[in-house]
């Protein structure tokens, strides 16, 4: 094997004609719908705060029990297809075919919708990724995780709403950031509201609402942050990826930006777990006292396990190394904790 | 969404450098269409954060590293690991088959921290130090990643013409 057929090699990858024509395509037509969206900013910027108020109040009211969650909801929908078993294709296929699919084409109706949990709203399929477009939330405490459900793509503006996770008994809510260095909300919660561009948490009995919980972040249409995972059990905000949690049933909370990971685990026992995972090199085992220890393994985009009755692996990057700090720490310190996290970014 | 990246700025910038950015979602997402998706975001990406580079050079560099970051993100997301992989559906998809060549997929078959650093050394022509400062990596690393990625493949390519 030499240089030149190297070369060659990385010269057959190439994309075809047509290839490129379709992501081109595809580009410009984001970008024109992210323009057009653009341009309502203003707009929104006068009608929405008003709005959030309104529905911040609507889903404290909501998910106090105040109004009846009767409506037909995408988190309804959700609902009846995990209590059928349902697979996540099905819920796609059933989206696919519902003739109540709302339609976005105006945005100022949409927003109002979204910001009406009244209005019977079914939201849009988005059929080049396959998700569903958030529409109106109601009460969480319906939403079940012995079924699956599709990957829902937030718009600012609108009341996210929630996939779920069958492995981790969580809900993930993803969104797109517009700046990667904004941090995925934090906080206990049982709403999520999409409103003036932000994410915040509303909480019946938590942190508190949008801004002034454990943080908001900003959204731009059409961008995607990192996972926002919802754990009903705990109701508790988990801006991360949830995969490969255990039957520990640990509870991750914390935030992933793209240099640093700081991650707190809340293990059955109650022990609280500080993880700071930072981009560096280092291969070598790395261990602590406290009973715990951490094994990195850099083969691929695995990473840390951390063994201490958790079992739980995270999926880091090569080169990163991870400690662990592990303490007891009451609730009120946990809050600030992830309030100082989220201040950090 | 910001004025900087005009609709034939974006086509300019587009045709200079989407080989570039598929090569490396292919590579590292082993399939076309994840990689035609990740390009897309790439791209989209860059638009939208209107920012003006001081040269080629750097918009070359930025784009590499957002297109290393988005396959990353794509590979941890658990949408991605809880679908099937392509190889396991016996029909073909829309997706077209590349034509690829047997050290195409010797070099697919790297792990990934070294199928970068071999596609900037090898056909990019960056140096080892170029390498190291774009990704943020240090420089003997890099040279070690690229030596252990040339035993690999003659390994690799070895065993396939013995079979």
């Known amino acids: 094997m030499n240089k030149q057929e190297l070369y060659s090699a990385f010269e057959s990858l190439n994309p075809t004609e047509e290839q490129k024509q379709r992501m081109l395509d595809n580009i410009m037509a984001q970008k024109s719908r992210c323009t057009q969206k653009a341009a309502t900013q203003i707009w929104k910027k006068v009608y929405i705060p008003a709005c959030s108020m309104v529905a911040a109040a609507l889903m404290l009211a909501v998910v106090s029990g105040v109004l009846a969650p009767g409506n037909v909801t995408n ?3 959700l ?4 209590e059928q078993g349902a697979t996540n294709a099905a819920v796609v296929s059933q989206y696919k075919e519902s003739d109540k699919a709302a339609t976005y084409s105006d945005e100022t109706d949409s927003i109002k919708k979204a910001l009406s949990p009244q209005d019977e709203k079914v939201p849009e399929y988005n059929k080049s990724t396959e998700s569903i477009i958030a529409g109106n939330t109601s009460n969480k405490n319906e939403v079940k995780t012995d079924g699956s459900g599709p990957e829902l793509e937030i718009i600012p503006g609108e009341v996210a709403t929630f996939a779920l996770n069958i492995n981790t008994a969580s809900v993930p809510l993803r969104s797109r950031f517009a700046d990667e260095e904004k941090a995925p909300a934090e906080g206990t919660g ?13 909480s019946a009995g938590g942190l508190g609402a949008s801004g002034s919980s454990g943080g908001a972040a900003t959204v731009t249409y059409g961008e995607f942050c990192h996972n926002i995972g919802f754990d009903i059990k705990t109701r508790l905000m988990l801006p991360h990826d949830m995969r490969d949690i255990t039957d520990e049933q640990v509870t991750l909370l914390g935030s992933d930006s793209r240099t640093e990971w700081d991650l707190v685990y809340q293990g059955n026992d109650n022990r609280i777990l500080t993880i700071n995972i930072s981009r560096d090199i280092d291969q070598n085992m790395q261990y602590f006292e406290n009973d715990s220890f951490i094994k990195t393994d850099f083969s691929g985009t695995h990473g840390v396990v951390i063994y201490d009755g958790l079992g739980y692996t995270s999926y880091i990057n090569d080169n990163d190394i991870a400690y662990v700090v592990n303490t007891n720490i009451t609730e009120a310190e946990l809050t600030s904790l992830l309030l100082s996290m989220t201040s950090k970014r | ?4 990246y005009t609709d034939e700025k974006i086509a300019q910038i587009y045709d200079q450098y989407v080989n570039m950015v598929y090569k490396i979602c292919l590579m590292m997402l082993k399939n076309p269409g994840d990689a035609e ?26 784009l590499i590293v957002i297109a290393q970051n988005e396959c990353k993100n794509q590979l941890k997301h658990w949408w991605h690991a809880k679908r ?24 697919k078959s790297l792990p990934d921290k070294y199928k970068i650093p071999v596609y900037l050394f090898y ?3 960056y140096t080892s130090e170029e390498i190291s400062k774009m990704l943020g990596i240090n420089h003997s690393t890099v040279r070690s990643h690229l030596a252990e990625a040339r035993k690999r493949l003659k390994l690799i390519l070895k065993e396939d013409n013995d079979e």
Do not use: C
């Open chain 1, 75 to 77: 988190d309804t929908y």
């Open chain 2, 37 to 62: 998706d990740v390009t897309q975001n790439v791209f989209l990406k860059l638009i939208k954060s209107g920012k003006e580079y001081e040269s080629e050079k750097h918009l070359k560099a930025s």
């Open chain 1, 190 to 202: 049982e709403d999520v509201m999409v409103a003036n561009d932000k994410i915040g948490a509303v």
């Open chain 2, 84 to 107: 099937d992989s392509f190889d396991d559906i016996p029909e073909p998809s829309y997706h077209q088959q590349t034509a690829d060549t047997d050290v195409a997929n010797a070099v």
């Open chain 2, 123 to 125: 056909y990019e022509g």
């Open chain 1, 79 to 82: 609902t009846r297809m995990s």
């Open chain 2, 1 to 4: 969404m910001s004025n900087l």
